[in-house]
């Protein structure tokens, strides 16, 4: 099992550019999450999902948009890249409720936003 | 709202020392408790959880924590450390109050560095 992938591994846009990051996992997990991670802040949670069709907004929704059409993707986009969205994107999933099990994380997508 | 306090941005010890990392949490109940590494250019990965039972739990790589709910604690230790331990420790906090959408997440502190000196 590859666990959790997610492409691409970095990424520089220009302000205003969109673009989309694609997490994958081959566990046949249930949820799914994107975090972000910023110096100082740890990671919070952007968006996330408890199944196939399913979304939820995280603690910090705004600017991004993201789609779970086939139980094993959840797509994170941004329309009109800021710079405040410099950060590191963690994608992770778990079999279950996650309060019950363990969320497997990805390696992370290093974007930059100039 | 449930959240959780490193209150150790960094912390340096000798290799071969002891190690303690110190997580605090707010929560209404009894929240299960997760301690995660994350070593450099990588994903997190988990170390050790604490749902109920025994307060002291053993996890992977030589870690244990302490649940004590009377301080809302859940302190990270390992009695020696290896240089391959410097990474960044991350507490997070989950709800116990049974499934409700909308309250699946983890909420994660803000990390402590390990550095580890020879």
């Known amino acids: 099992n590859a666990g959790v992938t997610q492409t691409p591994k970095f990424r520089v846009l220009k302000t205003g550019q969109s673009m989309t990051l694609l997490c994958a996992q081959d566990m046949n997990h249930e949820y799914m999450y994107w975090y972000r991670q910023d110096p100082g802040m740890g990671l919070r949670l952007i968006h996330y999902?408890?199944?196939?069709?399913?979304?939820a907004k995280g603690e910090v929704p705004d600017g991004y948009n993201v789609s779970r059409l086939k139980k094993q993707n959840f797509l994170l986009g941004l329309e009109s890249a800021a710079p405040s969205q410099t950060s590191v994107y963690f994608c992770a999933s778990s079999p279950d409720f996650p309060y019950t099990d363990t969320q497997y994380f990805g390696p992370g997508t290093r974007l930059t936003v100039l | 709202a449930q959240s959780v306090t490193q209150p150790d941005i960094h912390i340096t010890v000798s290799e071969g020392a002891s190690l303690e990392l110190r997580c605090n949490y707010s929560?209404?109940?009894?929240?299960?408790l997760f301690w995660y590494v994350q070593s450099p250019g990588q994903g997190l990965q988990l170390l050790l959880k604490y749902f109920s039972g025994d307060t002291l739990v053993q996890g992977i790589k030589g870690f244990e924590a302490e649940f004590k709910r009377s301080q809302s604690s859940f302190n990270l230790r390992k009695p020696s450390v290896h240089w391959s331990d410097a990474a960044e420790y991350f507490c997070a906090v989950g709800p116990s109050d049974g499934y409700n959408f909308g309250n699946e997440k983890l909420t994660f502190g803000t990390g402590t560095r390990l550095t580890i000196i020879p």
């Open positions: 929560y209404g109940a009894t929240p299960y």
């Open positions: 999902s408890v199944g196939e069709g399913t979304t």
